[in-house]
């Protein structure tokens, strides 16, 4: 167990709908990342907070976006969901070097 | 560019030992990191090298060369356990924590 928790475990929804995947990072750690892993295709960075800020940003879509909350947990939001955007969503969090991963959510879009 | 090249597949037989190999071409570097990740899991972190040389950790050990782009992880005494994928990731700009992984290596262990 990392100390990262995501909700929900899985999200089944369909074509066109929104959704928010929820992350709690580990206790003291200010930053957190999201990341996307498509069948047989490597993570893929979307987006780094820290400390409420955004800090780095990778190849996420415009119709993703995130915010990280002043009690440092974070949210990515999905939207116009089409069914290329079907993958697992995880998060990390890090306070030195080391990126610890949560459990992540597994997001089928139908 | 960003270019990140492990083997995709490899096969080992308990109790040998296994080197994995990563090379990768980045805008900048700051550190490279080796994952581990049992399928529909959770990456687990197994080393970190942001100088040359190898650094030892029990079973497993991790080298870089950073004028030859390179490194490897070494996994010596296979488990069955140790079946997973292994991901390579470089973070490559300082001041900054994010991470450019590579597609992984499936690694299967037999009895």
């Known amino acids: 167990d990392s100390g990262v928790t995501q909700t929900p475990k899985h999200l089944i929804t369909a074509t066109g709908q929104r959704v928010t995947l929820r992350c709690s990072p580990r206790?003291?750690?200010?930053?957190v990342y999201w990341y996307q892993q498509s069948l047989d295709q490597g993570l893929q960075f979307l987006i780094q907070y820290y400390n409420g800020e955004e800090r780095a940003k990778g190849n996420i879509l415009e119709r993703f976006s995130a915010q990280q909350f002043p009690d440092l947990h974070s949210e990515l939001n999905l939207s116009s969901l089409e069914l290329g955007d079907s993958a697992l969503y995880f998060c990390a969090s890090s306070l030195g070097h080391e990126q610890f991963f949560g459990p992540g959510t597994r997001l089928t879009v139908l | 560019g960003q270019n990140i090249d492990q083997p995709t597949e490899m096969t080992a037989t308990e109790g040998a030992i296994v080197q994995i190999n990563c090379t990768y071409q980045t805008s900048g570097f700051n550190g490279l990191f080796w994952y581990q990740q049992h399928a529909g899991e959770a990456p687990t972190f197994l080393s970190y090298n942001v100088l040359d040389g190898l650094e030892e950790k029990g079973r497993f050990s991790s080298f870089l060369s950073r004028s030859k782009g390179y490194s490897y992880l070494l996994l010596k005494e296979l488990q069955m356990k140790d079946s997973a994928s292994y991901l390579c990731a470089v973070r490559d700009v300082e001041n900054t924590d994010k991470l450019i992984f590579g597609t992984g290596t499936r690694l299967q262990v037999f009895p």
């Open positions: 206790s003291g750690d200010l930053s």
